[in-house]
């Protein structure tokens, strides 16, 4: 059954971003949004090697679902996904995922994202994260979440930048993507660092809105 991990499964929201658990029947929404999106995500990420189309087909998403399901009732992590809603409608629009999560003395989890580029800088992923986040201090139970970055990737590092991680390290030969071994900057945040602002939602609230 689900919630073998604390916290979840979970519904987020904060005005028009909305975060759920993924259903079956968001295959043709995700496999149009990440066949759209190939130009924007796939230098970033560690993909299985064979065509995009076809590793973001609707077939492929039933087996992205069901590792995704296995994971979170393991405890392994929270996948969600993340949703747009306007004009009475709700549409997927990108993904939050804490993965590898470790609990007793650790309590820790690396946090991964990735949003459609015709909704990227309107503030839906960093609130997203910082949903995640705040999540995952409280209800999920853990103490520090990390995010690691190619350094190439900008508008990545802004969202973990405007949110207030602190950039800790740099891992060289990191991880395998598009074709090569790659470096990544490691940010974190503990919930000590967070706590007396309300939470992680709170501060990008505050320094988002416009004075």
């Given at each position: 059954m689900l919630g073998a991990t604390p916290g979840w499964p979970a519904v987020l929201a904060d005005g028009p971003v909305l975060l759920r658990p993924y259903k079956r029947s968001d295959a043709r929404a995700w496999s149009e949004l990440r066949i759209a999106n190939q130009a924007w995500l796939a230098p970033w990420e560690s993909a299985p090697p064979g065509p995009w189309a076809e590793m973001n087909s609707t077939r492929a998403y039933a087996f992205v679902y069901r590792d995704m399901r296995r994971a979170a009732r393991r405890g392994d992590s929270m996948p969600f996904a993340v949703c747009l809603r306007e004009g009475g409608r709700e549409r997927l629009v990108g993904h939050v995922n804490l993965g590898n999560i470790v609990r007793r003395a650790f309590a820790s989890a690396y946090a991964g994202y990735w949003v459609d580029y015709r909704v990227a800088g309107r503030g839906v992923i960093p609130t997203a994260l910082a949903l995640a986040v705040d999540h995952a201090f409280g209800p999920g139970g853990l103490h520090r979440i990390e995010v690691n970055i190619r350094p190439e990737n900008g508008?990545?590092?802004?969202?973990?930048?405007?949110?207030?991680?602190?950039?800790?390290?740099?891992?060289?030969?990191?991880?395998?993507?598009?074709?090569?071994?790659?470096?990544?900057?490691?940010?974190?945040?503990?919930?000590e660092e967070i706590a007396a602002e309300g939470g992680l939602l709170t501060r990008w609230k505050r320094v988002h809105t416009p004075k």
């Open positions: 508008p990545s590092r802004r969202v973990v930048e405007k949110l207030g991680f602190r950039e800790e390290a740099y891992h060289q030969r990191y991880m395998h993507i598009d074709g090569g071994w790659r470096d990544h900057l490691g940010y974190a945040m503990t919930s």
